[in-house]
């Protein structure tokens, strides 16, 4: 019912920026809320953050004050603007989509992977030192 797709990763110095961008389709009428998470290899996928209802934004602990979740309703788009890029940050990086629901949306809501119905193909960061 809703595909998304990921876009603008790519490799970037440490210390650079980059900026991603999730685009949705289809039936999103329903979509309340947009998630970004990321998996490097060998580990569990992190939240890094998320946004609701345009105006409220959650970040991850090893993200706040470097990344930026914004949203472009019109474009029916979601970006990720991450700064100061550290090696560790260095991961496939997935955007996500929630229905919404009947209860408040809240942190352990945005940040639990499971809660999403919709998820796209991910897109690689690397962070060079």
């Known amino acids: 019912q809703v595909q998304l797709v990921e876009s603008g990763g790519g490799l970037v110095q440490a210390g650079g920026s980059l900026r991603l961008s999730c685009a949705a389709s289809?039936?999103?009428?329903?979509?309340?809320?947009m998630g970004w998470f990321r998996q490097a290899p060998g580990k569990d996928r992190e939240f890094v953050g998320g946004?609701?209802?345009?105006?409220?934004?959650y970040y991850g602990d090893s993200v706040k004050g470097r990344f930026t979740i914004s949203g472009d309703n019109a474009k029916n788009t979601v970006y990720l603007q991450m700064n100061s890029l550290k090696p560790e940050d260095t991961a496939v990086y997935y955007c996500?989509?929630?229905?919404?629901?009947?209860?408040?949306?809240?942190?352990?809501?945005?940040?639990?992977?499971?809660?999403?119905?919709?998820w796209g193909q991910g897109t690689q960061v690397t962070v060079s030192s």
């Open positions: 996500a989509a929630a229905n919404r629901r009947s209860y408040t949306i809240s942190y352990s809501f945005i940040s639990s992977a499971h809660e999403y119905d919709y």
């Open positions: 289809g039936r999103t009428f329903s979509t309340v809320a």
């Open positions: 946004i609701y209802r345009t105006d409220t934004t």
